[in-house]
């Protein structure tokens, strides 16, 4: 609404009398001059400008059996270039239409070049060119905005479809009226002595002024709807009027009597209510929603004839520039909100007497983690605000009043976080969600060799979520390691916190569970595989008493299962693998299943 506002310079009186004005037929179309108001409202069905068509553009015949019906004629000459439209403000209840013809012959009007012959189910209350003033972007009533050049003649027809006739304003609009706000329409075509009809507010004094030269008397006369009647005592050259009607004056000259007609139409003066502060809390790129304030501002009055607008300073309100935007973005401080309540019928009707404060305090912005967790080995930790706000105050569900609790517990901590200003209380509350990690602990590895595809797994009794990695790699959530080629290897565990990680070096080799030395060519020794990518591996197998068996390094063929050149019976033996490590340690490898059968 604002924007069709903003454009509107020429906003008329709709003046709701019913015979206020009887408009003639095409030959006598009345004169539009410049920003000269038009009010208006016919009386009776008029002559036929369409001898009995049965069509004009989109206007079709009425209830009349011909197209006129209560109809009224206009006529306009533009003098500078832009865009132009209009509104036609009526009655709600009423169904009025309209064509606009570029002629500048009543007899050779051709097609019109803008139509409107919808009925009114919607209960509108403007037609026209342009934008409905009341944000209507839809509005089927409607039509395009014309764009007009110096020098073209244009007639107006207004008709009545329903019958029903309470009167009509026509409001002109468009940016030719930004441009050029005294010259847009030619004033040439008005040849009236009192010059065009006077749109006012209520409360001006209107001065119609007559002098002529060489007149001997004055009278003036008025008709408010019941005829012209003389007003006693009025035999001045100008006379100041406060009422809406049509003014007559009747000038005497030594040569002859002249008669002139004016139509003066007064508009009430909006009062806007008071429109009290409003203070909220305020987040970020956050909107208030300024239209919720026009209840207020319009009182009592009827929200179809007055309109509301907003604006960042006193200037701008009486000027009636530079609307904000309905849905004004906070700036985090108070503001102050000028208020203007304006007439849809005549925009210089108005009050901008009325302001309010936008006071937005700030709600709480709270940055810390809603999930922590506590590491095992440092037992406690600090959450909630570290870098508090000296302005805000905290509550936590423990019974502290501190931006920030030492907990060493799991569990769930929630804290409110208040920030109070001029009786409002901007609050913002968070639950801190605390988890404990258990230290991470290897209790064994399975290492499944012996085959084409090595497999490893790190086994732990400890519960929690851990991440497992091998000589370095990406950690995963699994703890299996398939495809592991022979030989020494890290592995690794943590917590996914980053609280603690352990490592363990493993040998992944293969040997036989079983073999079984007694002539077959089948398993006659008991070997490792793999040694070659051991420094320096030495095996010792033992029997079940510890005593040394046998030692064998990476370049022996294997044990045949004897002692000194004797047959050792079948029974299960024992081994140790060591290895030098990377420090020029000798190592001896973990987590191997240190032990096989022989079989004769």
């Known amino acids: 609404m604002i924007k069709a506002f903003a454009k509107t310079l020429l906003m008329l009186l709709f003046w709701q009398t019913a015979q206020a004005q009887v408009a003639q037929d095409c030959i006598d179309a009345v004169p539009i001059c410049s920003n000269t108001p038009i009010n208006g409202g016919t009386n009776g069905f008029g002559t036929d400008d369409f001898n009995g068509a049965a069509s004009s553009g989109c206007l079709e015949q009425t209830t009349t059996g011909v197209i006129e019906s209560n109809s009224a004629w206009y006529r306009f000459r533009t003098a500078e270039s832009g865009q132009l439209g209009f509104n036609i403000g009526h009655s709600a209840n009423e169904d009025w239409d309209f064509a606009l013809y570029r002629a500048s012959d009543c007899s050779d009007l051709g097609e019109p070049i803008r139509c409107n012959f919808f009925d009114n189910s919607e209960n509108t209350s403007f037609i026209g060119v342009g934008e409905d003033p009341t944000g209507d972007e839809d509005s089927v009533h409607y039509g395009d905005w014309l764009q007009v050049e110096a020098g ?13 006739n309470s009167g009509f304003s026509i409001q002109f609009t468009g940016n030719i009226w930004a441009n050029y706000p005294n010259t847009a329409l030619d004033c040439s075509i008005v040849s009236n002595l009192l010059g065009p009809p006077i749109a006012a507010c209520q409360g001006d004094n209107v001065v119609l002024d007559a002098s002529t030269s060489g007149a001997t008397n004055y009278e003036w006369y008025m008709d408010s709807g019941s005829g012209y009647q003389l007003i006693a005592g009025a035999n001045g050259a100008t006379h100041t009027v406060q009422h809406s009607g049509r003014y007559r004056v009747v000038v005497a000259t030594s040569a002859e009597s002249m008669v002139s007609d004016v139509q003066v139409g007064f508009n009430d003066v909006p009062i806007t209510g008071t429109v009290s502060d409003e203070t909220l809390c305020y987040e970020a790129d956050m909107t208030f929603d300024l239209n919720s304030k026009n209840p207020e501002a319009l009182g009592g009055m009827d929200q179809d004839d007055f309109v509301v607008s907003y604006h960042n300073s006193q200037a701008d309100a009486e000027a009636a520039i530079n609307p904000l935007e309905k849905h004004y973005i906070l700036t985090g401080v108070s503001d102050t909100i000028y208020v203007r309540t304006t007439s849809l019928a005549n925009p210089d009707c108005y009050d901008a007497s009325q302001s309010f404060a936008l006071n937005a305090i700030e709600a709480p912005v709270l940055s810390f983690d809603e999930k922590v967790v506590i590491c095992e ?29 030492m907990v060493s517990e799991a569990g769930e901590y929630k804290v409110t976080v208040t920030n109070q200003s001029n009786g409002i209380v901007c609050e913002a509350s968070r639950t801190v969600s605390v988890e404990i990690s258990t230290m991470p602990q290897i209790s064994s590895i399975d290492i499944d060799d012996m085959s084409a595809n090595n497999t490893v797994t790190i086994n732990t009794e400890n519960n929690g979520a851990y991440e497992f990695s091998m000589d370095g790699g990406e950690y995963q959530g699994s703890n299996v390691f398939e495809g592991v080629l022979p030989g020494v290897h890290t592995v690794s565990m943590r917590d ?56 064998m390094t990476e370049f022996d063929t294997g044990w045949d299962g004897s002692f000194q050149g004797k047959p050792l019976p079948s029974t299960d033996y024992w081994f140790k693998l060591s290895y030098v490590d990377d420090d020029g340690n000798r190592t001896y490898a973990k987590y191997l299943q240190s032990h096989f059968s022989l079989r004769r």
């Open 152 to 164: 073209e003649d244009y007639y107006l027809f207004i008709n009545n479809f329903s019958n029903i």
């Open 377 to 405: 080995a440092v037992g406690g930790l600090e959450i909630g605000e570290t870098q508090p706000n000296a302005n805000y105050s905290y509550q936590w569900g423990t019974g502290e009043q501190t931006p920030s609790i």
């Open 496 to 551: 996914p916190y980053g609280c603690d990680v352990v490592e363990e070096d493993i040998v992944v080799v293969g040997y036989l569970a079983v073999f079984s030395p007694n002539g077959d060519v089948l398993n006659e020794t008991w070997q490792i595989e793999g040694l070659s990518t051991l420094n320096s591996p030495i095996v010792t197998i033992y029997d079940r008493y510890g005593k040394l068996i046998k030692q």
